[in-house]
């Protein structure tokens, strides 16, 4: 091999090696770090949301909300999975939650995130768990007995509740925060966090059912 021929195919490598590595940093560039804004900014969102329910579970019990009556079905109105407590811990713990977003976003001026407002955080957490009752309502109706699994439901009445919430009473906040990218985002997480969290809890003894 010549010396010239040497230096052609060092070159080559080296031209090889740096277009891998200008395709590897354009990929970190344009999909990696917009793929984790967008993650972590859908979980910011969220989280007053994903706050009650657990907290609910955690702190639940006493009288029901339906005060144990029934529907003109003759089956309970919403079941003994619904109490005043649960309903209060839960969305008090979801505001708690989310005013310390607010406070954390603005003392460490991390404006990168969705901005949470005193009205979003009220929304989303009584909306989850608004959400979780009418639910809770439906399935009473189709006879299905307080907590029995009720697949799509069980996992998605929190972010219907709470986007139903913010859709009445805070819609322009709704459409300035939730992109097309940040709703598929939710609508992917919010399952896996549901499971994994109702999975810890009833491995702790706090949940009756690992869903
Ligand atoms: N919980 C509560 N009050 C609420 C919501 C939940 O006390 N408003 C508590 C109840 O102890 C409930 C537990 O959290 O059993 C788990 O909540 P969930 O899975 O929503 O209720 P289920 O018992 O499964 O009842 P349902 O079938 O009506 O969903
Ligand atoms: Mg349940």
Redesign the pocket.
Known sequence: MTGFSLFSNLNLLICTLLEVLECYIISVESFIIPLLTTLLAAFWIMVPAYI??PV???????T??DFKKNYSDGKRI??????????V??VSAGIAVGALQIWLAGTCNWDFLPQHTAASIILLSLGA?LG??A??FV??RIG?????A?PVA?QY?LVAGAFVMMLIFDPAWLFANITWQILIVIIILTPILHRSV?II?YLLGV???P?
């Open positions: 009650p329910n609910a579970a955690l702190c639940g019990g006493g029901p909300i919403l079941g003994d999975g619904k109490t005043y407590r649960g309903l811990c839960g768990l979780d009752m639910k809770s399935k009473r299905k007995n307080r907590g029995e009720w069980d009445d109702n809890g949940k009756k059912e869903w």
